[in-house]
T-cell receptor, first 112, second 114 residues
Framework: DGGITQSPKYLFRKEGQNVTLSCEQNLNHDAMYWYRQDPGQGLRLIYYSQIVNDFQKGDIAEGYSVSREKKESFPLTVTSAQKNPTAFYLC???????????FGNGTRLTVT | LAKTTQPISMDSYEGQEVNITCSHNNIATNDYITWYQQFPSQGPRFIIQGYKTKVTNEVASLFIPADRKSSTLSLPRVSLSDTAVYYCLVGDFHGSSNTGKLIFGQGTTLQVKP
């Protein structure tokens, strides 16, 4: 989706290092989301934010942290406390109400 | 827990109509039902959304019975390029407000054969 930029596309880190995944949007959407996807599995919700300066934990928030200082940006930090960080990470946005989610193209993180 | 249940996988042949059903017994009064398509190593893409009865767009139809406890995505005359994972997502209303918590189920892997 051209309105959501996730960078980088591929990211490699050594175990024990924190790493921050970027998600920027120019859709002027209020809500932003982070999902994790493991091979052959569905999407699992990590964190979400419905408004600037506010965010909530999803189902698998342990080992992750986020911030929402600007409407356009919702960076995700994968900390060393995350036991199995290697995965495909997807950022999404949503306008208000029942609007559908819009997804970025994802960042594939590999930790060795 | 996901609010939806779908078949894990389905097979079809080119040119056939494919119907994928999703169960959502605990759907909230204000929730809409949205279907997404995902190709490998890409983010899911919106296909169609509806609240009740039937919705049709240029790529699919969505059938929702009166009790809204299930929905069926219909893909007419599929091609090889329709091979993908399809997710049904129910909204996040609690009462009259969005909670924001959108939980995906496992999705249905559709394999279209020549």
């Amino acid at each position: 989706d051209g309105g959501i930029t996730q960078s980088p596309k591929y990211l490699f880190r050594k175990e024990g290092q924190n790493v921050t995944l970027s998600c920027e949007q120019n859709l002027n959407h209020d809500a932003m989301y982070w999902y994790r996807q493991d091979p052959g599995q569905g999407l699992r919700l990590i964190y979400y934010s419905q408004i600037v300066n506010d965010f909530q934990k999803g189902d698998i928030a342990e080992g992750y942290s986020v911030s929402r200082e600007k409407k356009e940006s919702f960076p995700l930090t994968v900390t060393s406390a995350q036991k199995n960080p290697t995965a495909f990470y997807l950022c999404a946005t949503r306008d208000r109400g029942n609007s559908p989610l819009h997804f970025g193209n994802g960042t594939r993180l590999t930790v060795t | 827990l996901a609010k939806t249940t779908q078949p894990i996988s389905m097979d079809s042949y080119e040119g056939q109509e494919v119907n994928i059903t999703c169960s959502h017994n605990n759907i909230a009064t204000n929730d809409y039902i949205t279907w997404y398509q995902q190709f490998p190593s890409q983010g899911p893409r919106f296909i169609i959304q509806g609240y009740k009865t039937k919705v049709t767009n240029e790529v699919a139809s969505l059938f929702i019975p009166a009790d809204r406890k299930s929905s069926t995505l219909s893909l007419p005359r599929v091609s090889l390029s329709d091979t993908a994972v399809y997710y049904c997502l129910v909204g996040d209303f609690h009462g009259s407000s969005n909670t924001g918590k959108l939980i995906f189920g496992q999705g249905t892997t559709l394999q279209v054969k020549p």
